[in-house]
């Protein structure tokens, strides 16, 4: 089983690699930006960001309701500070909601551009990438999490 590059998100931000790094390791800052537009807010109920640590969260929409409570969380492969996080899926019993079906990993990638800039790139690799093609859901879910990182950093 061979792993295939299934959809690439690149964001340039006006903000230097450790500011865009340090909204990704604090759960705190990343709660305020890491959701989409129909979402009040993200509730992160379990990040240890570390190697082997877990990541688990849901959305609460604009009703209030809890969205996404039995999504599968993911687990951190690999996490070489300033440059990458890698994350696997990590389900646990009751988990029902397979958001990218065959995901394998997601890698997302920092890159320091000139003078206080930073690229960000977002992989989502799957298996069997033959019968799939990233669908118009999944891009537009990362474009308002970046629009929302890049609001988030201008701060």
Request: proline residues 5%; charged residues 25%.
């Amino acid at each position: 089983m061979s792993q295939s590059e299934a959809l690439l998100i690149e964001k340039t931000f006006d903000a230097p690699v450790e500011k865009v790094w340090d909204a990704w390791e604090d759960p705190k800052k990343l709660s305020t930006w890491w959701c989409i537009d129909s979402m009040r807010e993200t509730v992160i109920t379990e990040y240890d960001f570390r190697p082997g640590g877990t990541w688990r969260q849901h959305g609460i929409d604009n009703t209030g309701f809890a969205l996404g409570t039995q999504n599968p969380g993911a687990m951190f492969k690999e996490i070489v500070p300033l440059e990458k996080i890698v994350t696997v899926p990590n389900t646990i019993e009751g988990d029902s909601v397979e958001v990218v079906p065959d995901l394998e990993q997601t890698v997302v990638s920092f890159e320091r551009i000139g003078d206080g800039q930073t690229k960000l790139t977002i992989k989502v690799l799957r298996k069997n990438i033959d019968d799939w093609q990233p669908n118009e859901l999944l891009q537009s879910v990362y474009d308002q999490i970046f629009d929302n990182l890049a609001d988030f950093l201008a701060c």
